[in-house]
């Protein structure tokens, strides 16, 4: 294996901290007229706006959140008329003549596919730029593996959504196998999927699905089935490559990063070198050599956390199978880490190299070597792990002492409600109000439900349940009456 060597891009500008605390602060607005969802049908463009425009009082914004919010003053915004590959009213036509600042509206065509050539590309000029559809399942923008879909020449921000974005790849040096950017990336109720990143000879193989010189946000998507592969050299984030990745309301599932064995592979899901924070979310049937689901390096001044998400189902053929965290304290909080497999034989659930926290989480039935050995947290350091009410079975490294090692009984991971899959606690389960909520959120991961302030509480009983779900939650009356998951 070579020796560690990645170098970290230029630090431009935090990524948007208001949209990733969203859902932990004291009063979140309803979330409705919903579409596209387990239960129904999320909102479009317009509505996350406004949703996340109701929420920027209460936090600091950040460059890329406050451009989403509130675009800058520009051109009137350009519509796309048809679903042609070029010519005039193309999709194609408009992103090559965008200045900066220009919204690309296609909420208002009739087709539902747009079937590319080749990839679509800006000018360095249009250091931002915003493409806005009618919804992820109502267009679909296919490159159909003619390459990318989409290279951002700017220097600011791309952002991507209400629409699919799938098909793309590329091979050569660097990354993104659908969208590649100069700047960050924001992908809002959108899908990035089927895409792939390979190299040939010694270049590396980064981003199969995203790959961002700067910042990457995902709110309420989806990035799945992508990979990246590099013949002979490093290869990282079949999902997500970037800076800094924060992730909420969203899932990210069966991406895989795979080399030649000899040099590193890592984070199938996603790969961060900075910070990163992964909220109300579940990442889940991801593949790499280490970080089968998330792989995270860490910035020098940067918090790297999960907070109220699920680990579930990831794979890593050396260690880490869930999540692999280095360099830089790392903290855990109200999650569920359970299913994941990895070859090593410690910390299949959570490979740790420094300081780490966790509170109020589920970390069990990870396991290693095809099963062979009981396998949750883990590490080839003498690490402090701190926190509380944990339920941690097996573990190579001393835990707090109120930590419970019984069996959690989980159900399986599927919709239980909200906008993405959890795994249920079943009757009975030693989780049930052994937990805390030092994060003060008001939702467990399901979030907010329905036309109102109602949704799935944080804490039924006396106090909150260990892990990611809250049984019994919802909580309040004629629920069923008045509500729709989100």
């Known amino acids: 294996m070579n020796s560690e060597n990645f170098t970290r891009a230029p630090r431009r500008r935090p990524l948007a901290a208001a949209l990733a605390l969203a859902f932990a602060l004291s009063a979140v607005p309803a979330w409705s007229n919903q579409r596209d969802t387990p239960h129904g049908r999320m909102h479009d463009t317009a509505d996350l706006r406004a949703r996340l425009s109701a929420l920027a009082p209460n936090a600091r914004l950040s460059a890329p ?19 042609d590959d070029s010519g005039p009213g193309s999709l194609r036509e408009a992103y090559f003549n965008a200045v900066d600042g220009t919204i690309i509206d296609l909420t208002q065509l009739t087709c539902s596919t747009i079937t590319l050539s080749g990839v679509l590309t800006n000018s360095p000029s249009a250091a931002n730029v915003q493409l806005e559809g009618p919804g992820k399942y109502e267009l679909t923008i296919d490159a159909g593996h003619n390459g990318r879909v989409l290279v951002h020449n700017g220097s600011e921000q791309l952002t991507v959504s209400g629409m699919t974005i799938t098909n793309g790849s590329y091979s050569g040096i660097y990354g993104g ?34 790959y961002a010189h700067g910042d990457v946000l995902v709110a309420a998507s989806l990035i799945t089935d992508s990979t990246a592969h590099a013949a002979s050299a490093d290869s990282a984030g079949a999902g997500i ?8 309301a969203s899932t990210i599932s069966g991406n895989t990063v795979s080399g030649d064995g000899s040099h590193y592979a890592r984070g199938g899901g996603m790969f961060s070198l900075g910070d990163a924070s992964i909220k109300y979310s579940t990442i889940t049937d991801n593949e790499a050599e280490s970080g089968g689901g998330v792989f995270l390096i860490g910035a020098a001044t940067e918090v790297m956390e999960i907070v109220n998400s699920t680990i579930s189902g990831n794979r890593a053929g050396g260690a880490g199978g869930g999540v692999f965290a280095k360099y830089r304290p790392f903290a855990v909080s109200n999650s569920t880490i359970t ?13 740790l190299t420094y300081a780490t926290e966790i509170q109020s989480s589920i970390v069990a039935n990870n396991t290693s070597q095809d ?8 590490s080839g350091y003498a690490i402090a792990i701190t926190g509380a009410n944990n339920l941690i079975i097996a573990s190579n490294l001393p835990l707090p002492a109120d930590t419970i090692t019984l069996q959690p009984m989980l159900g399986p991971l599927q919709n239980n409600g909200g906008y993405t899959m959890t795994h249920a606690l079943l009757p009975g389960s030693p989780a049930i109000d052994h937990g805390n ?29 260990i892990g990611a779900f809250e049984f019994g939650a919802p909580d309040h009356i004629f629920v069923n009456g008045f509500e729709v998951s989100i």
């Open 339 to 351: 299913q994941n497999r990895a070859g090593h034989q410690i910390g299949a659930g959570l490979y």
């Open 65 to 83: 959140l406050a451009r989403f919010l509130e675009p800058p003053a520009g051109p009137p915004p350009v519509a796309v008329t048809n679903c």
């Open 241 to 248: 490559w970037a800076n800094s990745v924060q992730i909420i």
């Open 177 to 210: 196998g659908c969208i590649y950017s100069y700047g960050d990336v924001v992908v809002g109720e959108a899908i990035v999927s089927n895409c792939s990143m390979s190299s040939s000879g010694t270049a590396k193989a980064y981003g199969g699905a995203i």
């Open 437 to 465: 909520n030092l994060r003060g959120g008001p939702y467990d991961q399901r979030g907010p439900s329905g036309a109102s302030y109602f949704g799935y509480e944080r804490v039924v009983g006396p106090s909150a349940d």
């Open 371 to 378: 099963g062979l050995y009981a396998s949750d947290v883990g």
